[in-house]
């Protein structure tokens, strides 16, 4: 089974950056695509980024520009680097393996599987 493991989150001010990690232990083999998520307090979970099999990247509206994904195929790892964060960017962020080209069906994870995420917090 698929375990996520997200770190990097932090507090900082805005105008500030962070860089997300998100290890998948066999993500690489399997040719999973990996997204990025985030839940902001009393709000529903969003789509932030993804990158698919083949390192084809997106990204929601609010964060072009500012946020890159990218993998280190050989850690296993998937990366978001955000940059002028904003109070708005606050969320706990958490990453999702998902089916892309080629991908094995372990790739695929139930709607409610999560890993523990990480907290990011951005003050004015």
């Known amino acids: 089974q698929v375990q996520l493991v997200e770190s990097g989150g932090g507090s900082v001010q805005a105008g500030g950056s962070l860089r997300l990690s998100c290890t998948a232990p066999?993500?690489?083999?399997?040719?999973?695509?990996m997204a990025w998520y985030r839940q902001a307090a009393g709000k529903q979970r969003e789509w932030v980024s993804s990158i698919s099999t083949n390192g084809g990247t997106s990204y929601r509206d609010s964060v072009k520009g500012r946020f890159t994904i990218s993998k280190d195929k050989a850690k296993d790892t998937v990366y978001l680097q955000m940059n002028s964060l904003k109070p708005e960017d606050t969320a706990m962020y958490s990453c999702?393996?998902?089916?892309?080209?080629?991908?094995?069906?372990?790739?695929?994870?139930?709607?409610?599987?999560w890993g523990q995420g990480t907290q990011v917090t951005v003050s004015q």
């Open positions: 999702k393996t998902f089916l892309s080209q080629f991908s094995a069906n372990w790739c695929f994870l139930p709607p409610d599987y």
């Open positions: 066999g993500f690489t083999s399997n040719s999973c695509g």
